[in-house]
């Protein structure tokens, strides 16, 4: 939980950066001194903006992406715990099966060698 916290205020850091940069970018552009200088720095801010858009989509698309993926291993987990009780159920069924058995041959195997040793 802290690692996914952590990484959203990289992502907002990031983000304030990038906009302090764009500002930048924008109020350069009123202080142009030719044509040449002023297409050139609405360039730069234009890609500068396009560059922000992308950085920011997907930064939202990673957020999305870890808390689904927080979400699958939390369920795994329960998953996880839930598979190891039935494996202790099915370990205590099969030790109580094994002891059935064993006590259920026991008792058949008594009057079987008592009928034995009477027909010899």
Not at 19 to 40: K, P, Q, Y
Not at 81 to 98: H, T, V, Y
Not at 112 to 118: A, E, H, Q, Y
Request: cysteine-free.
């Amino acid at each position: 939980m802290s690692k996914t916290k952590l990484f959203e205020i990289k992502v907002v850091s990031t983000e304030i950066f990038i906009g302090i940069l764009l500002l930048i970018n924008f109020i350069e552009i009123f202080f142009a001194f030719s044509l040449e200088d002023l297409l050139n720095k609405l360039g730069v801010f234009v890609i500068s903006l396009i560059f922000t858009v992308l950085v920011i989509r997907s930064s939202l698309k990673e957020i999305k992406r870890r808390e689904e993926l927080e979400k699958l291993a939390n369920k795994l987990a329960k998953a996880s715990k839930e598979l190891e009780g039935a494996n202790k159920e099915l370990q205590r069924l099969d030790d109580a099966k094994s002891e059935f058995l064993s006590i259920a041959s026991h008792q058949l195997r008594t009057p079987l060698t008592v009928i034995r040793g009477m027909s010899r």
